[in-house]
């Protein structure tokens, strides 16, 4: 049974940084995508960016280019999520989701929506304010 497992968060300034962390059990391959989406209140589910376990290729929202990057340590099972400059309409509940259908993922990923599958953290709240 795969499980993810989430860490990182908290309160930060416009323009500072924070890490997110997940952790990841349970894939007997690695064809598999790890990423996060976010919510924000009163705002639909969007992706926010996606990593293949299979070959490290990396997606981002258009809304996260440049300022997110995601990356992995396989000896460790973990993914983070680098987040610079940060703005407060990057507020949100931020989720950790890994599936096994790596073109639904990035699909979802790269068009800013969300996606009814995969398996996902408990979530985790990320607050840009001053």
């Known amino acids: 049974q795969v499980h993810v497992v989430e860490s990182g968060g908290g309160l930060v300034q416009p323009g500072g940084s924070l890490r997110l962390s997940c952790a990841v059990s349970g894939f007997t391959s690695d064809y598999y995508a790890i990423g996060w989406f976010r919510q924000a209140p009163g705002k639909e589910r969007e992706g926010v960016s996606c990593i293949s376990a299979h070959d490290g290729s990396t997606y981002y929202a258009d809304s996260v280019k440049g300022r997110f990057t995601i990356s992995r340590d396989n000896a460790k099972n973990t993914v983070y999520l680098q987040m610079n400059s940060l703005k407060p309409e990057d507020t949100a509940v931020y989720y950790c989701?890994?599936?096994?259908?790596?073109?639904?993922?990035?699909?979802?990923?790269?068009?800013?929506?969300?996606?009814?599958?995969?398996?996902w953290g408990q979530g985790t709240q990320v607050t840009v304010s001053s």
């Open positions: 989701v890994a599936d096994i259908n790596i073109p639904k993922f990035l699909v979802a990923v790269v068009a800013g929506t969300t996606m009814e599958r995969g398996t």
